[in-house]
């Protein structure tokens, strides 16, 4: 469980310079396979279907992202 959260602590859960294309209402955007030996692959999804993978990542309120800088 700690190797799959440390890919997430402190990042956000996608930067600009992934997202390669929009149009038509697709997005496409590059990612990692951890799986498959760390191979850069593209996968397109619909507008919707990203925004609502985003705000997955989106903390409730009053909830805060933990700093390794605090510890």
Known sequence: MLEYLG??????A???????????GYVTFK???YKD???EKFMTL???EL???????VLP???VK??????
């Open 14 to 24: 996608i930067s600009n310079h992934r997202i390669v294309n929009l149009e038509n």
């Open 31 to 33: 990612w990692r396979d």
């Open 37 to 39: 030996h760390n191979k």
């Open 51 to 57: 925004m609502r993978r985003f705000f997955m990542h």
């Open 66 to 71: 933990l700093d390794t800088m605090e510890y």
């Open 61 to 63: 309120r009053k909830f």
């Open 46 to 48: 619909t507008v919707a």
């Open 7 to 12: 890919r997430y602590f402190h990042r956000v």
